[in-house]
């Protein structure tokens, strides 16, 4: 299926969605009980024909090469229908957290799964990213019950208060409730056994995984279609869960906040840390120094920058999360520069340094030779730039250019541009000074980049 042609199809499910709401999620269970109709067929096939060929060899009948190629083939379509019945997957990645590790943190999801009758959480990670997520996976294959597993983010943790960090557990948490989040948990369950029985057929080059792919290949673009307009109405549902229980200011407050702090933390944080390679040979743990840039503000002009380009983000079928735009509107919030968190969320763990200094660890263990490698290179940039700056007197435009881009790479907010503008003097128009030069201006002059 092409994009068009999907895109076709997910704005079919969105204004069958709007029109009839509850004859859309019936169509949606239907659709999805097919592949399982699928499996069940599968299954009932195999084993009438290993029951034929064995009735007919005890009532005397002669074992032929019919019969023989029947037999594997039936074996084949039962071992394949076995394999897409007892789906395993992997746990999510993180540190498995007991009570004892984080007993707030533990109080909190109580509290929460009490306020809105919700099933358990089964077992809660504590992992590196800057992000929270809870993910339903079948507890023995496709017919199985579900094991809900939370995922939160220490970086997550430093960013946000208490109060906003409970918006994002009971926006996750959301995701559970009720009888319309039974059906997206039960649906959000059969699109990752349907991914992961795909892809292990993918990787099988017989009879049955060729018929199984032909059948995905038909089943699955329109499986996601169908269910697209399910799982985005399942983020706003999620969205007003959690501002019931803390209401609409702090849920948009969370939002707002993750967004420029997520952009900060990769267009800012990232780099800076990376550039203390160059006097720094052994790697540096991110993780203690991001915890007070976290609590710190953001710099007011970049906040702006930042949340002025998440506004212009615009929903698409690439995503079943809304942009902040739309979820803002959808809690009736107007969209604007929040109040920063005061004090972390880092008090729901027990011992925050010990975690702290755990993915420190971990950070420097995975990224060692990364580190050692872009030591040297920026070691190699810096005697670039002590000799440039040596010779700066006999320097032509080239090396003005050269100077100012080796210097950008040590510190990236290093102001140079009398660098190049030193090289525009010596050669007008000089196109990689005239780069610098644009690429050094504010991300809001707009008619500075056009000129």
Known sequence: MDRAD?????????????????????????????????????????????????????????????????????????????RALWVRFDEPEGVALAREDAPALFEALDRIQQKIDGPPVHRVYLDSEFNASIRQLPRFGLFGGAVNHLSVGLPLLMALDRRRLLSVLAHEYGHLRGNHGKLSAWIYRTRLSWLKLDASFQRDDGVMAFASQAFFRWYFPRFAA???????????????????????????????????????????????????????????????????????????????????????????????????????????????????SAKSALALLADPAKWTAYFDQEWRRAHANDWKEHHGYLVRVRERVDALAASAVRNGADEMVEWADCARRLDASIDVRGHYERALQITENHAGALRGLAQMLPANDRSGRLA
């Open 6 to 82: 999907f895109v076709h199809l997910v704005r079919l499910s969105e204004h069958a969605s709007a029109d009839n709401s509850t004859g859309y999620r019936r169509g949606v269970a239907a659709f999805a009980a097919l592949g399982y109709l699928w499996v069940i067929a599968c299954l009932a096939l195999a084993l009438g024909i290993i029951a034929w060929v064995v009735g007919s060899l005890g009532q005397g009948g002669r074992f032929s090469v019919t019969r023989g190629w029947l037999l594997l083939f039936a074996l084949g379509l039962l071992w394949a229908t076995l």
């Open 226 to 340: 169908k269910t697209f307009a399910l799982a985005r109405q399942d983020e706003y549902e999620a969205d007003r869960v959690a501002a019931r229980l803390l209401g609409t200011r702090v849920v948009a407050g969370a939002l707002t906040e993750i967004a420029i702090k997520s952009t900060w933390y990769a267009d800012a944080f990232w780099p800076a840390h990376w550039s203390r390679a160059v006097s720094e040979p052994q790697a540096a743990g991110p993780y203690a120094a991001l915890q007070s840039q976290l609590c710190a503000p953001v710099a007011a002009e970049f906040a702006r920058v930042a949340l002025r380009n998440a506004l212009r983000s615009v929903s698409d079928v690439d995503d079943t999360h809304p942009v902040l735009r739309d979820r803002l509107e959808a809690l009736d919030e107007r969209a604007r520069l929040p109040s920063w």
